[in-house]
């Protein structure tokens, strides 16, 4: 699931139902929430195909591997941050993956010409694997360019790989593209890029999956599940099932989490719609009807019942009163 958790938070973000397309595969939600549990490489290139298909985007999984490596991933998080130039970084990188995942090798070759990472998965996908292609190159050419600076450059680099029909044009020139029917892909580019310096700026947490302290119900675990509500918020309805899935936790321990503060998950999103509203009713002249949609809430009707059992109030008249007390407050 390592390279599945990622990918499935973004196409959940962009209303994919993840629960359907993992059962279509006969993956258990709960694999997004248990790095350890064990899932059928198979099926996850699959389930990688069949989000892409079902967004109507062909680049999807290469569009996210690109945002990943830019932002950062807690699977390579040794090897980013005690990597003082390239090769260091590649080194380190054949040595963690071979601890999380057991479908394929890495391995770094060295000449007095080329250097080259290359991945060769040890089992075969049903089905042409345009997405997971797309993710490998898309992820590594990414983090090599990012690392390096200056150093790289696209016209010095050869990838091998079965397939770049999930490559988004113009992400390398096409004379640095090779289609072989290999098993996996090659990274090839000149050896003096292995000692240029290599640095990621990438700003991990250590929760970023949910992977919370034992005492999971502590504030700064709350305060976690809140700060991703607040960021998704503006999708209508956003069921707990497809919230649980954006955290990486399972809905039931969203909820034992919740209910060990006193408070439900529809509770959790009513505070952070009556928060986010209230700030933005008081410190901008945004219209009503784009503040709702800001906070999940389409309909005018619908944002001002929920507004006024929130505060007694209509949105129209807390805009009001904010605007005349911050005017007593001037004149003071």
Known sequence: MLVLFPLAKAFTLRG???????????????????????????????????????????????????????RGTTGLREAATRSFNLGDFLSRVVVEISKQVDNVRYSLSISSDVASLEIHRTIMGVKPSIQLDAVGVAFYVT??????????????????????????????????????????????????????????????????????????????????????????????????????AICGLHPRRVQRILSAKGISYSQMKDDVRQRITEDLLSNTRLPISQIALRVGLS??????????????????????????????RIAE
């Open 16 to 70: 994919g139902d993840i629960e359907a397309v993992l059962a279509r595969n006969r993956i258990p939600l709960s694999a997004l929430s248990d790095p350890a549990m064990l899932v059928d490489a198979s099926a996850c290139y699959s389930v990688m195909e069949d989000m892409a298909e079902t967004l109507g985007d062909r680049y999807f999984g290469a569009k996210v591997a690109i945002e990943t490596a830019r």
């Open 143 to 244: 983090v090599i360019k990012q690392g390096i600076g200056d150093v790289f450059d696209p016209n010095d680099i050869l990838i091998t790989v079965p397939t770049t029909a999930g490559l988004p044009p113009k992400f390398l020139p096409n004379s640095a593209l090779i289609r072989s029917e290999i098993n996996g892909l090659r990274i090839s580019f000149p050896p003096q890029w292995l000692w240029a310096p290599f640095s990621l700026d990438w700003d991990l947490v250590e929760a970023s999956r949910g992977e919370f302290s034992p005492h999971s119900a502590d504030e700064v675990t709350l305060s976690y599940l809140r700060n991703v509500l607040t960021d998704n918020i503006s999708d209508q309805d956003l069921p707990l099932n497809s919230f649980a």
């Open 299 to 328: 309909g005018p009707a619908t944002f001002d019942r929920a507004f006024k059992r929130w505060t007694g109030k209509t949105p129209t008249r807390f805009r009001a009163d904010a605007t005349t007390d911050q005017i007593a």
